[in-house]
């Protein structure tokens, strides 16, 4: 008799590879219902590329980008609570996992074996299944049509070889399982330092058209280097992810507090954003540029600067304790895209290049909200049945 999962077994990341524990009681739906959340977020960015051909990105040593109106810096900067959390909870749910498989008597080294094939997987799907739709999205389209131009340090990228968000939630998970053993303690200051690292050995903008080795390129200095353009660095990630790792520990052990404990740790973070951009030192990867709210909360991405994990950690944490509250209907949405992220990754991803390829010279932001609506709302039903099917297979099934 196999395994199968229960009703409550879901994903803790943007791919069907960790599922998290059965959660007998409520304690662990905030991590389903912002996972939820940041998916369907996620996908105003993605329509943003495909169809309205409009998609800033805040590179370490070049400008910012500059928005003409506020709904343009809204439609990006809402997205940025997407990456984040993804890492996040990933961290929490191989947490939760490893628990509940050491339960069932798995040694410590299949868990990590299963994190580490897992991982693994994410790579590739990046370069062979989500690739070509990036790629096909970006060469349909008419190049001038682009909002700025799709570019990062040493210029732009013309094809080959793409390292995106999966490759660093994938080698983020085979680090991460490696050392899941770890005490909490050690996991969280781990964590902290790999953020930090990451803030310190960024180059200078003086070094943004230096060729690094793309090795150097994929652990912490996004950008182009001939034919191999690394997008998400893994050092910094890698740091939100043990981080989470400590938050799933929280969630299982502690959960009469974990959402008094996270939420106050949200809103400490968000006090460091305000004294690290105030200071303007520290930090950040760029200098505030100008006197207003855009300006201050324009921070930098690629790699995450502090400013912008503090930030964006601090939002998504606050937001474990505001979403139970949302009417029921709106929580049983949030939890239906949540229960398939992979599937719904990937599916987003080839639905929303598709429907941009009659758009090659982009669109303006009240079609790009449309298509986004249109979009998700099938996609919801679309991972309903998905799920069902993904419950009656085995624990360990790929799918």
């Not at 979403?323 to 239906?336: C, F, Q, S, Y």
């Given at each position: 008799m196999?395994?199968?999962?229960t ?7 943007p ?5 998290a ?13 912002l ?29 910012l980008p ?46 990590a ?21 990036w ?5 349909v ?7 700025p ?14 390292f ?17 053993a ?20 960024t180059?200078?903008a ?12 994929l ?10 353009f ?23 052990n ?23 951009r ?6 950040n ?18 790699p995450?600067s ?7 950690l ?19 949405v ?30 303006g ?6 298509v ?11 991972c ?16």
């Amino acid at each position: 008799m196999t395994d199968t999962a229960t009703p409550r077994e879901v994903a803790a990341i943007p791919a069907d590879v960790v599922p998290a524990v059965t959660a007998a009681s409520n304690r662990l739906t905030q991590l389903d219902l912002l996972r939820g959340l940041v998916m369907v977020v996620m996908a105003i960015d993605h329509v943003a590329f495909f169809v309205a051909k409009r998609h800033p990105g805040e590179y370490w040593g070049v400008p910012l980008p500059e928005y003409p109106s506020a709904i343009a810096f809204f439609t990006r900067a809402i997205t940025h609570l997407s990456a984040p959390g993804f890492f996040l909870l990933m961290g929490a749910g191989m947490a939760l996992f490893r628990e509940s498989r050491g339960g069932l008597g798995w040694t410590q080294g299949r868990i990590a074996r299963y994190f580490v094939t897992r991982g693994l997987l994410l790579v590739l799907i990046n370069q062979f299944i989500e690739n070509p739709a990036w790629i096909t999205g970006f060469l349909v389209a008419n190049p001038e049509a682009f909002w700025p131009a799709i570019a990062g340090p040493v210029g732009a990228f013309t094809g080959g070889v793409l390292f995106g968000v999966l490759t660093a939630l994938g080698l983020s998970m085979v680090i991460a399982g490696l050392v899941s053993a770890l005490p909490s303690a050690a996991l969280l200051a781990t964590g902290l330092g790999a953020m930090v690292a990451s803030q310190v050995l960024t180059p200078d903008a003086a070094q943004a058209m230096v060729q690094f080795n793309p090795l150097v390129r994929l652990i912490n200095v996004p950008g182009v280097t001939g034919f191999v353009f690394v997008i998400y660095a893994v050092l910094p990630w890698l740091g939100v992810t043990l981080c989470g790792m400590a938050l799933g520990r929280l969630a299982r052990n502690k959960p009469a507090s974990f959402v008094r404990i996270a939420t106050g740790t949200g809103a400490a973070l968000l006090v460091l954003f305000l004294v690290m951009r105030v200071g303007d030192g520290f930090g950040n990867h760029h200098s505030v540029p100008g006197p207003t709210v855009i300006d201050f909360l324009n921070v930098t991405k690629y790699p995450p600067s502090l400013t912008f994990l503090s930030l964006t950690l601090g939002i998504n944490l606050m937001l474990l304790g505001v979403l139970p509250h949302l009417p029921t209907t709106w929580r049983r949405v949030l939890d239906g895209y949540g229960r398939s992220p992979m599937f719904f990754y990937l599916a987003h991803i080839w639905l929303f290049m598709l429907i941009g390829l009659p758009f090659r010279n982009g669109t303006g932001y009240g079609v790009l909200y449309l298509v986004w609506v249109v979009g998700v709302v099938p996609l919801y039903f679309a991972c309903k049945r998905y799920t069902a099917f993904k419950l009656a297979k085995p624990k360990e099934s790929y799918w």
